[in-house]
């Protein structure tokens, strides 16, 4: 089943009234600057392309991607404003939401909204310690849903560990330094939580995993079906005593390239902004774990033969033979060397990876690729710019632009959608899914050549 799907069903009732009649109605009350106190005219005001198509793309993406994504405080567990993904899906998310923020902060006087979103996870993370024994501190869950009173149980997992970047590219945008402020201690702590309980062979790469044992759950902290883990399992911890309540069927099995990868990233971003806000000592806490991780992926999760990144069996270290978009994550993250980079891009002008719409969550080449199998052959935009910017920061401009004009050549094509097929381009699962507005970042950080966008200084 589906990440979506099961959510769906896990959210039940709560998905109901204006968020499940698809119209986002607030009460009049409840509405949020960002749905309400902005008109189209003004919101378009603060961009400029020369290309009337991009102008009315990028006016779509604002209203169906973020602002209408923006929801009231619903208690006991989101006491302030949030944002859910789309399309049924009733809560707050690690990864949706942070390419929802990111562009968010494009909007003058949005500062308050985006520190209350990000206040949910640190108020979670308060009341999940209070319940929990100290090896499970700190962790931020996938998910918040509002009316879920089975917290403590579920979900009982995390999602791949963005926050930290998306706190400096909203950051870097408005200048908040009351949001950094009140963020860098909590999520220091949310980084030492996985590191602790994913990286478990302390080498610096990290797995996967669940405190309920469910073995897909696992797999939802990380891409839904992603190709290397089909032979996942949940095993206690191998560095501690296996006991049924301390040390149960939780972690699994596989290191993934995408997880650390992403760990490494916001760590560089948590990093940086250590070092905006004077605190010299979190800042030298963070390079540690930096280099550590560095080192390990290239050492350990490089594989030269087939010049791409591998996920790895936890106990043996030995690579998986199936790859999946994870395998590209590692230049996003800064980890390749400039060998390695120049390898992995020629890799991805190969034809087992060039689709008519890039990037494939798989490899053609892969007897399990589908065109339009979810995470497994298919395209979803924030991935597909996240391996554009890997390709775009070592210098690979060219192959770069080649994968977001396409991208947003579809989009006024065929729509703003959760994903794509990567051969016919036409659109999948959720239409104006919130991460999706990842198809303006592409141009916002300038990637594109076809299509400009820039926002007006």
Known sequence: MRRREFMKLAAGAAASGAFGSGNFAFAKDDQSPASVQISPEKLMGLFESDNPKVLKLTEKIFRDCILNKVYPPKKPLLKHRWVAPGGGFYGLWIWDTMFVVDLLSTIPGQEKLIREIFQNYWDFQQAWNVKMPKERHDMIPCMIIPDNTNWKDFPAYSQIPILGWGLERVYKRNKDKKLIKMALGNLE????????????????????????????????????????????????????????????????????????????????????????MGDKKMAARRKVRIK?????????????????????????????????????????????????AKKLADTLDGDAWMTPLLVPTMPKDDPKFQSSGYWRGDVWPPSSYQVARGLYDYGYKDQAAEICDRMVANAIKNGVNEHYDSITGKPIGVEGLGMSCTILTMMFDGMTKKYKLKVKT
Not at 222 to 245: C, Q
Not at 326 to 332: E, F, K, Q
């Open 292 to 340: 550590k991780c560095a080192k390990a992926i290239q050492k350990y999760m490089w594989d030269e033969d087939r010049e791409i990144f591998s996920a790895l069996d936890r106990d043996s270290l030995k690579k998986y033979e199936g790859l999946s978009i994870g395998s590209l994550l590692p230049l996003y993250a800064g980890a390749a060397s400039k060998r390695m």
């Open 189 to 276: 702590r949310f980084h030492e939580w996985y590191w602790r309980e994913r990286d478990v062979t302390d080498i610096g790469l990290i797995g996967v995993g669940a405190y309920s044992s469910d073995v897909q759950h696992g797999r939802y902290e990380t891409f839904d079906f992603d190709r290397s883990l089909d032979d996942l399992k949940l095993t206690p911890h191998p560095g501690r005593k296996a006991d049924p309540v301390k040390n149960g069927n939780w972690y699994g099995n596989v290191l993934v390239t995408g997880n650390t990868s992403y760990l490494l990233l916001a760590e560089k971003s948590l990093a940086r902004l250590a070092v905006e």
